[in-house]
């Protein structure tokens, strides 16, 4: 029923090192692209594009980040949020600062700048494992928001630190209107999206996944930890550093320091155990399904319960259902939506047959 | 040096309090591995329980409002509620979780948080509510009086009531056949199976005196600071004292408390003003984390020796 990888023989190494070697997932993923870039903006209103698919695209990134850190290199991380602000106010300033700045330059600088952030909390992970570190990474996530608070000169000296963003021109076209920005998004994420999916698999990714199983072993077959485990810091800071900048400037437009709060954090690692550890593909669903989930509860409790509920207990009845469907996700499916789509394809290959 | 010593005492108070919250962490993450978060959320239900009883009980039985029969009560109530929560919380989340990584039972007790924290403002209202322990937040004469020295009554009262908490959990742990059987659960799973220890009873027991040790330190920073969302938050504050103290050791959940609250407010007095205040949000952590550079397994935790 389903396609089957039998067959395809590779005369090249070219060939064979490609980042979808299969000729079905590279027509699927192809076609999904086509969708999202050329169908999407046709029919989808402008509420669906800036309220629903542009933060599910920014929160996917996040999520790749994270996933590189904690699902590849195995360091558990408590702190993201604090890099996608550093990303953000990072951006902001250099557009702010230095005239004629382009957007793109200006994003990718934020995320060194959140890259740099990165390896200096990730320093710690050197000498602590586990849950110290992601106890540890929290002093990350406090302190910088702290900072961005405290000192007015990163948000420019308005009240309360909240920034807005400048606006997105690149090559005299301006990007400002809802499928301007997007097709914005949705370019950026695809590029570091496949970028990271190649990455995984260099020897780069292998000796992140030898330390996430474990790090004494890696060290005597000859993977240098430090090393290894500041660069997934760096990309995992970077990719959240562009997510942040992307949340301030094509999603929100006004951010504020608090905004990028623990809370943040804990939807981005909720991301990453709903769509899967150690998954590229997982980030996006878990990302789609932590966004949409309020969204569709929201909707479901005035259509069904309208009048009858104060917004005050509806509001934490949406607390309590969001808490109980994680922990059910957790135990039907701790490997996330990643491993259930694998389980599905599994067993379309066989249908209709059982074995 | 008498600001100093008001600003140490002060802190090492309010460190007390941290403490009790870090306790119930400790006991469940040493007897099954646990890293609960929803520790702060059960404090907020704790404490969210027993004002709610203390609200309703006159109306329910006739008794005078604000006695000591709606308090004791009422404490029995929250009591019963919060032993009922954690046995739940070990029955239904975490049993069908067993043997998953423990990164994963993390996450099922960050839901949890979402969940008991909706449970207690769905049934009791969101509104910050007084409670009254009957007693009165005033400076001690004596000290006032011979040395100059602030110290709070109710903080002095909060100190001496965790130290006995501490006091007694220490005698059932080391004296009481149930407590023998959780500090051997804690050493080594298989082998307190293997010796028929009844490990779901003993998680059982565990998740209860969690309850317990929440409903206690709700009941304190209820009555300290008023009882509200931001209980939730002291969980936060809970673990950097945790890591300092070890994640598995009582007495460093005791020190590391301590610790934490003497520096943290020491910090805030002589070190905030030089770079704009408000470092106590987060110098607790950093701290620790530069505690952690010389000791990565805590002041009492277990060292951990990796064998590949």
């Known amino acids: 029923m389903f396609y089957r990888e039998a067959g395809q023989f590779k005369p090249s190494y070219e060939a064979d090192q490609q980042i979808f070697p299969i000729i079905q997932d590279r027509v699927g993923i192809a076609i999904i692209i086509a969708f999202a870039a050329l ?80 390896v200096v909390f990730g320093l710690p992970s050197l000498r602590i494992k586990g849950f110290y570190l992601a106890v540890a990474t929290l002093a990350a996530q406090f302190f910088i928001v702290w900072a961005l608070v405290k000192f007015p000169w990163f948000s420019n000296h308005s009240t309360s630190g909240v920034i807005t ?83 301030a400037f094509t999603y929100l437009g006004t951010v504020e320091p608090e905004g990028f709060n623990l809370d943040l954090s804990f939807r981005i690692l909720f991301m990453i155990i709903i769509g899967g550890v150690g998954s590229i593909m997982g980030s996006f669903l878990g990302a789609a399904f932590i966004v949409l989930l309020p969204i569709f509860m929201n909707v479901m409790m005035h259509g069904l319960l309208g009048d009858y509920i104060s917004a005050s207990f509806g509001s934490n009845l949406e607390l309590m259902i969001f808490g109980g469907l994680i922990i059910f996700f957790l135990i039907v499916e701790p490997h996330g939506l990643a491993r259930l789509w694998q389980i599905g394809k599994e067993k379309l290959r066989l249908w209709p047959f059982p074995h | 040096m008498q600001f100093f010593l008001e600003v140490l005492i002060g802190g090492l108070l309010s460190g007390v309090l941290y403490s009790l919250v870090a306790l119930g962490f400790v006991l469940i993450f040493k007897a099954s591995g646990v890293f609960n978060f929803a520790q702060g959320a059960m404090v907020f239900f704790a404490a969210l329980t027993f004002v709610g009883f203390t609200e309703v009980l006159p109306g329910w039985t006739g008794l005078e409002a604000g006695g000591t029969a709606v308090f004791w009560l009422a404490f029995v109530l929250a009591l019963a509620s919060m032993v009922v929560l954690g046995i739940a919380t070990e029955k239904i989340v975490l049993r069908p979780l067993v043997n998953q990584p423990p990164i994963t039972l993390f996450m099922a007790t960050i839901g949890l948080t979402y969940l008991v924290e909706g449970i207690a403002q769905g049934i009791w209202g969101a509104n910050v509510r007084g409670l009254d322990l009957g007693i009165e937040d005033v400076p001690i004469e004596y000290m006032l009086e011979q040395h100059n020295i602030l110290i709070s009554t109710f903080d002095l009262f909060a100190a001496l009531l965790a130290g006995l908490l501490v006091g007694s959990l220490a005698l059932f742990f080391q004296y009481t056949k149930v407590g023998r059987a959780l500090r051997a659960v804690a050493d080594d799973h298989q082998a307190a199976l293997s010796i028929g220890i009844p490990l779901q009873h003993i998680w059982a027991i565990v998740w209860g005196v969690a309850g317990f040790v929440a409903l206690v330190a ?22 950097p004292v945790l890591i300092l103290g070890g994640f598995t050791s009582v007495p460093g959940a005791i020190v590391g408390g301590l610790i934490i609250g003497a520096s943290e407010k020491l910090a805030e007095v002589y070190v905030g003003p030089f770079v704009g205040g408000g470092i106590e949000s987060w110098f607790p952590y950093v701290l620790a984390l530069l505690f952690l550079l010389v000791r990565p397994e805590g002041l009492f935790g277990e060292r951990h020796i990796d064998r590949v």
Do not use: H
Request: charged residues 10%.
């Open chain 1, 39 to 118: 169908v999407v903006p046709m029919i989808a209103s402008e509420y669906w594009l800036n309220s629903i698919l542009v933060p599910v695209l920014i929160f996917s990134l996040a999520a790749i980040g994270l996933n590189i850190l904690t699902g590849y290199a195995g360091q558990l991380s408590l702190g993201s949020a604090a890099f996608m602000a550093v990303g953000a106010f990072g951006a902001y300033n250099f557009m702010l600062r230095i005239d004629g700045m382009p957007f793109l330059v200006a994003l990718v600088l934020g995320g060194l700048a959140a890259a740099a952030v990165g």
């Open chain 1, 165 to 247: 963003a400048q606006d997105i021109v690149i090559l005299g076209f301006a990007f400002d209107g809802p499928v301007a920005k997007y097709l914005l998004t949705l370019a950026i994420v695809i590029v570091l999206a496949l970028m990271a999916k190649n990455l995984v698999r260099t020897s780069t990714g292998r000796s992140w996944m030898a330390v996430r199983d474990m790090d004494v072993a890696a060290e005597v077959i000859g993977i240098r930890p430090m090393r290894t485990k500041l660069i997934a810091f760096a990309v995992s800071s970077f990719y959240c550093g562009v997510a942040g900048g992307l949340y």
């Open chain 2, 218 to 239: 709700g009941l304190i920073w209820g009555a300290r600071n008023g009882v509200q969302f931001a209980l939730t938050f002291t969980a936060l504050k809970a673990l």
